[in-house]
């Protein structure tokens, strides 16, 4: 009988303790257990999930039909979700159809899991499964499983936040220094403390990133099983060979470390390690007197001292080159533009646009109110479908609340408008039973795209303006509130010192300037220009 078979049938006695020296390899050799991983690693989710009473296999199915509007994988790049460190995507020889598995594995458990905002090892746990081969359906069970694991299992597998994930990193320092102190005086001595907390902190990617995947393979049988305690045993393992190695001031390692510096010479030890994957799990689990509990009670600690400020990256800047400004502001003490949500999670896989590309596309979702980005659009209107009568536009895009109008000119510049508001109301009555000029609400917006495929928005004025001086401004601020109007002869959006979007009754001909609503550049070069087709989005179908 092989350990594969054993670890099941120990399970299945009420033997778990015997079940995880099993899965170690105490009991045997542990050689043979890659013959029965799957069958050992759907063991593992049927016990850790046994008290569920949920299919995540048909909540799987009909997400991926809500985000891509089909269960066919597509082969095409899709937008990763921002909870994924897309650094650090290890593929470990997926072809194509895996690694497109891999990306619609991890979007459709962002869409469902909103409030994750940042799993760094999501994707490589995920590639791992499916490298395996384990279904997709069961690859989704275990990803959200290990994301929330039951609470009668006490069990932690990876953090869920960005503070989380740091305060993880830092944590296997004080744990070196604690189980293996001779590696971290050695390491500081010889390449200086701020070197060495920087390689620290990177503690995860030995694991994921550097290890080849038989090695991987083998601790991630211990580590679903038994949590992320695996994880830092591992971690302790590597350093505790690696220090043993590059001790020695004569070896290559040494010298190699010396020049190129440790980041790299760990790198490369990792993934040409002279010991067998069993050597390494056994080195990792005959550290003494280490347990869950002295993880937590660290993780408690950095966790106080990160909310008082004390915990900083060493040899890291706190915001990336992309994030700063020339001026040295980041781009959100800039703009009032509020941080994304997570992105490459919304239903517009199924969406066909002869205006956009996805990632255009992706850019525009990212700045929608979150009530509607959720919401699985349409394409209402299309001047190249439908015709360009604005009869026509109307009678298509009238019942839909909210729309997104894009237009592309003859010099093939893309811009457009997010309307707040349903093109129906220019047939709204005000208080003196006038029919309103202007509608829409401040949560309208205008876009325009230049070289890149990010859109540059354009929010209202007011938005975050508290002013109580309305009564003295009115007039001066009435132009700053000026979103849609529309009649039988024409289409405007923005308004008061110009407008921002004009479109005359035909659809063929468009103006754009600098409007006191949104203080917008105009949308594209030339104020005057020549419409070659517009698309509308519509969202929630009011016309029940």
């Known amino acids: 009988m092989g350990e594969g078979s054993m670890f099941c049938k120990l399970l299945e006695e009420g033997k778990e303790k015997d079940a995880k020296l099993a899965l170690r390899g105490s009991i045997g050799s542990g050689a043979n257990l890659g013959e029965q991983r799957s ?22 199915w009909d997400t991926v039909q809500t985000c891509y509007g089909t269960t066919t994988l597509s082969m095409e790049n899709t937008r990763l979700p921002a909870c994924v460190d897309t650094n650090h995507c290890p593929t470990y020889g997926l072809g194509q159809t895996g690694q497109a598995t891999v990306n619609r594995l991890v979007t459709v458990l962002a869409y469902n899991s909103p409030d994750l905002s940042y799993l760094p090892l999501l994707y490589p746990i995920t ?18 499983m290990v994301v929330a694991p039951p609470s009668s299992q006490n069990i932690s597998y990876f953090t869920q936040s960005k503070s989380g994930w740091d305060i993880l990193c830092f944590a296997l320092k004080p744990l070196a220094q604690k189980y293996v102190k001779g590696s971290v005086s050695f390491l500081e001595s010889e390449f200086g403390q701020e070197d060495s907390d920087e390689f620290f902190q990177s503690w995860p990617w030995w694991i994921f990133q550097h290890l080849e995947i038989n090695f991987l393979n083998r601790v991630m049988d211990c580590y679903l099983y038994e949590g992320h305690k695996v994880l830092f045993r591992t971690a302790l393992a590597l350093l505790k060979v690696f220090h043993k190695t590059v001790n020695d001031k004569k070896s ?20 040409n390690l002279q010991i067998s994957p069993e050597e390494l799990l056994k080195t990792a689990f005959k550290i003494p007197r280490f347990s869950k509990t002295d993880i937590e009670k660290l993780t408690n600690k950095l966790e106080m001292e990160a909310k008082a400020n004390k915990l900083h990256k060493a040899g890291r800047r706190t915001k990336s080159n992309e994030e700063l400004t020339t001026d040295g502001r980041t781009s959100s003490q800039q703009f009032s533009t509020p941080q994304h949500r997570p992105s490459g999670t919304y239903p517009i896989h199924h969406l066909v646009s002869e205006l956009l590309s996805k990632d255009q596309m992706m850019s525009i979702w990212d700045e929608l109110p979150d ?36 237009i592309r000119n003859t010099n093939k510049e893309v811009f457009g408008a997010y309307c707040s508001t349903s093109w129906g109301q220019r047939n709204m009555k005000d208080d003196k039973g006038l029919r309103m000029r202007y509608f829409g609400t401040g949560e309208t917006f205008l876009f325009k795209f230049k070289e890149s495929s990010t859109a540059m928005k354009y929010e209202w004025v007011k938005k975050d303006d508290n002013s109580s001086d309305e009564e003295e401004n009115h007039k001066k601020d009435r132009s ?36 006191t609503t949104f203080e917008n550049e105009p949308l594209c070069s030339e104020r005057d220009f020549t419409i070659s087709a517009i698309e509308v989005f519509g969202f929630n179908d009011i016309s029940w």
Request: aromatic letters at 12%; hydrophobic letters at 35%; a neutral charge.
């Open 39 to 60: 069958v050992n690693w759907k063991k593992i989710l049927e016990v850790k999930t046994s008290d569920s009473q949920f299919s995540s296999s048909s909540l799987y």
């Open 127 to 144: 590639s791992v499964l499916i490298k395996q081969g384990i279904s997709e359906e069961d690859s989704y069970s275990y990803i959200t």
């Open 252 to 271: 290559d390692l040494y010298n190699e470390a010396k020049k190129d510096g440790v980041n790299k010479s760990f790198a490369n030890f990792c993934k």
């Open 371 to 406: 009530r509607i980005a959720s919401v699985k659009p349409t394409l209402a209107y299309s001047s190249n479908e439908h015709g360009v009568s604005l009869t026509t536009f109307f009678n298509r895009v009238d019942k839909y609340e909210p729309t997104i109008m894009v």
């Open 480 to 515: 700053k509130e000026l979103f849609m109007s529309a009649d039988n002869t024409m289409i405007t959006i923005g308004g008061g010192g110009g407008t921002a979007i004009y479109l005359d009754e035909n659809l063929r001909f468009g103006q754009t300037e600098r409007c």
